[in-house]
């Protein structure tokens, strides 16, 4: 008999100087008086705290976000950027916010969502922006919410090349015995199951959810990043679309733990958008295990997964 393994949080309460307010239309916006943008900082409720007044507050309870699309893996050196997260979870029009510190080669972000205000029958993905400052090329540590999360690339985009393809990466699980911070470099792992269904809520990046279930998990294991690439596709083989290559990992908890057996888990890892009516297939370690056409609404999954796994 298997049993789900779930993961505890630990979460640290990290304030930087840089803010954004996510929120959607059925939030009341706030005025703001007009200021010199090097002496202030506006809260969206027009509080202004000067510069020697420390780092502004967050509003909304801390929450940590689960996963950042982007349109290219490379972010661009030498210049400002936003960095979008968002919540693998269902609110109606829920605020959400995003502060965001550079380090050295780590990127600290802290993250936050309000309880929704709003009562209705949607279903809306809560997302955030995280500005960032011009960085130098390297490779950057992502931290959220005092957790490693994933690896950012930046570097300078050469104009004479393709960009690299489109990216979404489910951050790494946070470990609940506080492993000293610092990068845990994960190792890949071949799912037992393979599930492919459209992605719940609106305005929310991905369009689709590949969902791994394992069924001998480690009791010591934690879920490490989980990136996803769509790769288009250039020949005439195929109908038109692309290659949705998943990289799943997990790393090893620092508690102390022994056990016997074997635990089943699951983990969500999110696709880019893709284009209706497309053909898509799915590749895990190398192999192509399911395939898909975007937009129609209908899920897939590998030999013995039946239906998708429960969220």
Do not use: K
């Not at 693998?88 to 829920?94: F, K, L, R």
């Not at 985009?157 to 609940?176: I, N, Q, S, T």
């Not at 394992?214 to 009791?219: E, I, L, P, R």
């Amino acid at each position: 008999m298997s049993s789900t393994c779930h993961f505890v949080p630990a979460r640290v309460l990290l304030l930087a100087p840089l803010l954004v307010l996510s929120a959607s239309a059925c939030s009341t916006s706030h005025g703001t008086e007009e200021t010199d943008p090097d002496s202030a900082v506006i809260l969206p409720d027009a509080t202004v705290i000067p510069p020697d007044a420390g780092p502004s507050p967050l509003e909304c309870p801390e929450v940590r976000a689960d996963a950042t699309c982007l349109e290219s893996l490379l972010a661009p050196a030498g210049v400002p950027f936003d960095l979008p997260v968002f919540f693998d979870t269902c609110s109606c029009c829920a605020a959400s916010e995003c502060a965001a510190a550079v380090e050295g080669s780590t990127i600290r972000l802290t993250t936050t969502l309000c309880p929704d205000p709003c009562d209705c029958d949607g279903c809306n993905t809560p997302t955030a922006m995280c500005p960032i400052p011009a960085l130098s090329d390297g490779l950057y540590e992502v931290v959220v919410n005092g957790a490693p999360a994933f690896q950012l690339p930046v570097a300078v985009g050469d104009p004479g090349l393709l960009p690299p393809p489109p990216m979404c990466v489910r951050y790494a699980g946070e470990d609940g015995c506080m492993r000293p911070e610092g990068w845990i470099d994960p190792s890949g792992y071949r799912p037992g199951t393979v599930c492919a269904e459209p992605a719940i809520g609106g305005g929310a990046p991905p369009s689709v959810v590949v969902t791994l279930r394992s069924d001998c998990w480690g009791c010591s294991d934690l879920p490490g990043p989980c990136s996803v690439t769509v790769e288009p596709r250039f020949t005439d083989d195929l109908p038109p679309g692309g290659e949705i290559r998943v990289s799943p990992t997990r790393y090893p908890t620092a508690c102390d733990v022994a056990c016997g057996g074997c635990w089943e888990a699951t983990e969500r890892c999110f696709v880019p958008p893709l284009h209706d009516g497309e053909y898509y297939r799915v590749w895990v370690d190398g192999e192509a295990v399911l395939s898909l056409t975007a937009g129609d609404g209908s899920a897939a999954c590998t030999a013995g997964g039946g239906t998708p796994p429960p969220r």
